[in-house]
Nanobody, 125 residues
Framework: QVRLVESGGGQVQAGGSLRLSCAAS????????MGWFRQAPGKEREFVSS????????NYADSVKGRFAISRDSGESTVHLQMHNLKPEDTAVYYC??????????????????WGQGTQVSVSS
């Protein structure tokens, strides 16, 4: 069974940093896009960032541009999300995602078949 396992969540004060990581098991996604979505309490799940199969192209939600950076390990099905200058509104469960049909860094959740269980990020003011 394919699994995406996130790590690196936690609690931090506003202005702090966290680094999320996600590793896939049972199959490889080195030819496909991977990314991150998040869901805050009482809100819909939203796109955060995605990265192309080769790591060359990436997309970010406007709310995180300039603060978050996505990367992936070359030839491996591992993706990271470095988060700086965190704000209380970044508080959410963060989900790692992987596609099995596109290598393009798409922003639409419809393109991502595989989802992790999520990791909590809490930012206090």
């Amino acid at each position: 069974q394919v699994r995406l396992v996130e790590s690196g969540g936690g609690q931090v004060q506003a202005g702090g940093s966290l680094r999320l990581s996600c590793a896939a098991s049972e199959r490889t996604f080195d030819s496909y896009a991977m990314g991150w979505f998040r869901q805050a309490p009482g809100k819909e799940r939203e796109f955060v960032s995605s990265i192309s199969w080769d790591g060359v192209n990436s997309n970010y939600a406007d709310s995180v541009k300039g603060r978050f950076a996505i990367s992936r390990d070359s030839g491996e099905s591992t993706v990271h999300l470095q988060m700086h200058n965190l704000k209380p509104e970044d508080t959410a469960v963060y989900y790692c995602v992987a596609s099995d049909i596109t290598g393009t860094a798409t922003t639409s959740r419809a393109w991502y078949k595989y989802w992790g269980q999520g990791t909590q990020v809490s930012v206090s003011s």
